[in-house]
Structure formats: structure tokens, C-alpha cells
């Protein structure tokens, strides 16, 4: 059974802060790495993905992957309320493009 | 652009009924979708994979005759759920494959489905 681990939260930061939100994956032949952005009531958004190991920036958000310790992890720089929301991590399954979803960390970013 | 659209957004039935819910990808060819299911406080579950032209492929546990999928064209796939019951009600979410080779999916806003 390959599986995604996140912590289901919350994680609460102030606003401002960084929000490092983590991820650990089981099937060490994964190869693409996504993260998502769930409200509450709404259907996930993705923010974005990365696949080689190291870091990738987009904004104020950066996506971390060490395949090695099969550890994925997202941060966000400067919080605002507005990303309070459930964060999905998921993981490319190597079987007919299907992904293999964590059960999501729940953020909070406090004023 | 990776837009997908649903219809309805939200849709109330009997129970006996059955339901039809469109998922569009409304800026790029899909040729494979994806249909799952969320329960309240509960992650995403994969309730099949909808391939252009040929059948859907199941996950174990989906009851293939009562969650009827079409994917018809490379834009269109359509979710049919048959005598629909209220443990069916549920946050039907359809998502679509981007071809970019990284295998990253695009979701709609998903169906609210409430059974009476």
C-alpha cells in the first residue's frame, strides 16, 4: 500500500510568519510531487509541483523534495489569513497517472 | 489556463433517482479524468479513472453499474450515479489530467450531492 503522511493539524502561525507544512511518502519510485490548496466547502487548487530533488520557488511559496528521506515539504513565506485552508500533499503513483492523496494539514494563520 | 468546470454545482434528489454531473476541461484535451469522492472532514478518495474512448477503470470497492462513467470526447466526462441513495450524498469532485508529462491534475469545483 503506498502511502502520503501529513499531520492533520492545525498548524497555527501569525501573520507573517512562515508556514512549513511536511509531507513523507512509502513508494521510494515516485517521481512528481504536488501540493494542493483545499477551503473549506471547495474542491482542491493546485499550487504547485516539483520533481527533482532541492527546492523550487513560486512566490511566496517554495516547495522542498528530498527523495532520499522521501520528505516533501511546503513553505509559505509571510502568511495571510487568506491561506488558512487545508493543504494536500500528493504523490505521483507511477500507475496510470493517478496521484495517492495525504489526508491534508490544516492551517491556520492567526492576525 | 488547466480550467475544469462541473454541473451542477449542487443538486438535490430523491432517493430511487439517478444524477448526471458534467465535468468540462474547458481550455486544453483531456484524455483521461478523474472522479472522487469526499465525505465531510475526510481526504480525497479515487472513485474511478475515465479514459477518452474506452471504459473507466474502477477502484476496488466502486460499484461499477451504480457510478456510470462516459468520457465521450476529450473535453467531456460524465458521472451518472443510478438510484442514487442518501449514503450517496456526498462532494463529487472531477478532476483532469494535464499533458504535460508530470502527471499533474486540474480539479472542478465539484458537485454537492444530497440524497432524500
Known amino acids: 500500500q503506498k502511502e502520503v503522511e501529513q499531520n492533520s493539524g492545525p498548524l497555527s502561525v501569525p501573520e507573517g510568519a512562515i508556514a512549513s507544512l511536511n509531507c513523507t511518502y512509502s513508494d521510494r519510485g515516485s517521481q512528481s510531487f504536488f501540493w494542493y490548496r483545499q477551503y473549506s466547502g471547495k474542491s482542491p487548487e493546485l499550487i504547485m509541483f516539483?520533481?527533482?530533488?532541492g527546492d523550487k520557488e513560486d512566490g511566496r511559496f517554495t516547495a522542498q523534495l528530498n527523495k532520499a528521506s522521501q520528505y516533501v515539504s511546503l513553505l509559505i513565506r509571510d502568511s495571510q489569513p487568506s491561506d488558512s485552508a487545508t493543504y494536500l500533499c500528493a504523490v505521483d503513483t507511477g500507475t496510470a497517472s493517478k496521484l495517492t492523496f495525504g489526508t491534508g494539514t490544516r492551517l491556520q494563520v492567526t492576525l | 489556463g488547466a480550467v475544469v468546470s462541473q454541473h451542477p454545482s449542487r443538486v438535490i434528489c430523491k432517493s430511487g433517482t439517478s444524477v448526471k454531473i458534467e465535468c468540462r476541461s474547458l481550455?486544453?484535451?483531456?484524455?483521461?479524468m478523474f472522479w472522487y469522492r469526499q465525505f465531510p472532514k475526510q481526504s480525497l478518495m479515487l472513485m474511478a479513472t475515465s479514459n477518452e474512448g474506452s471504459k473507466a477503470t474502477y477502484e476496488q470497492g466502486v460499484e461499477k453499474d451504480k457510478f456510470l462513467i462516459n468520457h465521450a470526447s476529450l473535453t467531456l466526462s460524465t458521472l451518472t450515479v443510478t438510484s442514487a441513495h442518501p449514503e450517496d450524498s456526498s462532494f463529487y469532485i472531477c478532476?483532469?489530467?494535464f499533458g504535460t508529462g508530470y502527471n499533474e491534475q486540474y480539479f472542478g469545483p465539484g458537485t454537492r450531492l444530497t440524497v432524500t
Open positions: 516539483i520533481y527533482s530533488n
Open positions: 481550455d486544453f484535451q483531456a484524455t483521461t
Open positions: 478532476s483532469a489530467l
